[in-house]
Every structure is written in structure tokens, then in C-alpha cells.
């Protein structure tokens, strides 16, 4: 299964993004979906997820700025990213799992973030 992020980019701090994660293919038995993130020295961390039943569970340093969504019928998950700081700027991963712990991971997006 492939998963495609878009939706990176250079933008001054303040401003907004809108990434997509497109899957193609069925993954069985995935029950999340969302976005981790790795910034340069950085180890990755989670962003955003949301699970099957719609349940969403967002990073600490993200919260209140950022909102994760979702197509079902196009398989693919958005992220809404608002105010963003310089600290946000990393490669943005698609991530799933699946009901018996299994990861995919999909290509990355650059965010940049300019002060």
C-alpha cells in the first residue's frame, strides 16, 4: 500500500497549510490513520491521528492549532495546519496501523516555517 503526502511547502510563520495523505490500495485492518513529524536532530513525533471511530489524538505542541480530518470514500487524511511557528518546520510523515500493531509508513512533506 502507498500512501502520498502533499501539501508542503514554505510558509512565513502565522500563516496556515492544508496537507493530504492519499492512500491507494487496501490496507487491511487499519483502524489509524494521521500524520508524525521529524524535524532536523530531532527524534519523530506524533502530530495527529485519528482512529476508525473517529477519535482524534493530537501532539501537545500542535493542539489548539492543528486539525486532523479525513475522506473515507477517497482514503485519504488532511491536516489543517494554523498559526504555525518555526519550530513546526520538519518532514511530515502519513502514518497507519493496523489492528495487529503493524506500521506504514508513507513518503514525507517538507514544512518550512520562516521566522
Known amino acids: 500500500v502507498q500512501q502520498q503526502a502533499s501539501g508542503g511547502g514554505l510558509v512565513q510563520a502565522g500563516g496556515s497549510l492544508r496537507l493530504s495523505c492519499a492512500a491507494s490500495?487496501?490496507?487491511?485492518?487499519?483502524?489509524?490513520r494521521g500524520w508524525y513529524r521529524q524535524a532536523p536532530g530531532k527524534e519523530r513525533e506524533l502530530v495527529a491521528v485519528i482512529l476508525n471511530n473517529g477519535i482524534t489524538n493530537y501532539g501537545d505542541s500542535v493542539k489548539g492549532r492543528f486539525s486532523i480530518s479525513r475522506n473515507i470514500a477517497q482514503n485519504t487524511v488532511y491536516l489543517q495546519m494554523n498559526s504555525l511557528k518555526p519550530e513546526d518546520t520538519a518532514v511530515y510523515f502519513c502514518y497507519a496501523k493496523t489492528n495487529y500493531e503493524k506500521v506504514y509508513w508513507g513518503q514525507g512533506t517538507l514544512v518550512t516555517v520562516s521566522s
Open positions: 490500495g487496501k490496507i487491511f485492518g487499519v483502524n489509524v
